[in-house]
């Protein structure tokens, strides 16, 4: 087996906030004796959450066992979830923030499932995946990530499940979606359906289309992590990994905007 160096697109920051969950979960547990540091044990989950690798391939590279490298994600990657905001406090937050508007669009996390597990299998998709409703703000940024449900279900109405059409309606922001959430409210705008419609609804269509593209970047940025491009764990594991990636996204853009603030100080002065 060959080695080498490699790189991560992540800043310094994320590292050094993952290895203070690391060391406080020692500390608790009141661990001894491990084979990584805590800043060796923080870059391995980051490492395999951003590549997507099987555990093998992390476990080699930090020269431990698979089953330790399994451990050592899992316990690293568990608490992060738990620092996702909630709906209704991302909502609030959002309103707080003074957005013009949200979008919220689905999303497929493709699953390595048989043929046979019919209820993963999306017919829009035409494959097997995990249903994640995401909102986001007009520029792309992640406002929530609801949790994991088959593939199957319709956008709709795991829009419904998750109680988004009634916490979005209450918060009063208006709502861009695509044509999978007709029918969810008159405060989710949604373009016009048909064929052979007026050019008023053409235009109209158009525009909602330039409004609600930025917004539904947010799901691309979820599978920059290559984990989240093809699941080969337990299927409902799809919502907590996409919570954790979101948590570490967020922190990278407080990052980079730390870095952006302080290089316009510095060519002020």
Known sequence: MLFCRSSLPLSRQTLTHVTGIVGRHRKQTGSKGRALTAGMQA??????????????????????????????????????????????????KARRDGLLYLVLDGT???????????????????????????IASPDGTIVWVSGPLAGSVHDLRAARIWGLV???????????????????GPHVETPYKGKNKPQSCKDANRSHARLRGP??????????????TRLRCCPHRAGHLAKAVHVLRNRELNAR?????????????
């Not at 009634?166 to 969810?184: F, T, Y």
């Open 215 to 228: 917004g539904e970047r947010a799901d691309a940025q979820l599978q920059s992590w290559k984990i989240l």
């Open 108 to 134: 497929l996390i493709p699953v390595d499932r048989v043929k046979a597990d019919r209820p993963f299998h999306s017919g829009k998709h035409k494959k097997r995946g995990m249903n994640l409703q995401v």
């Open 257 to 269: 905007w730390k870095r952006f603030i302080a290089a316009a100080l510095f060519r002020a002065r």
């Open 166 to 184: 009634r916490e979005l309606a209450a918060s009063g922001i208006p709502v861009l979606a695509d044509k999978g959430c007709v029918g969810a």
């Open 43 to 92: 870059l391995m989950p980051l490492a395999y959450l951003k590549k997507g690798e099987m555990f093998v391939n992390p476990g080699a590279g930090f020269g431990v066992g698979t089953s330790t490298a399994w451990r050592y994600v899992n316990e690293t990657v568990t608490p992060l979830p738990a620092r996702s905001p909630e709906l209704t406090r991302a909502v609030a």
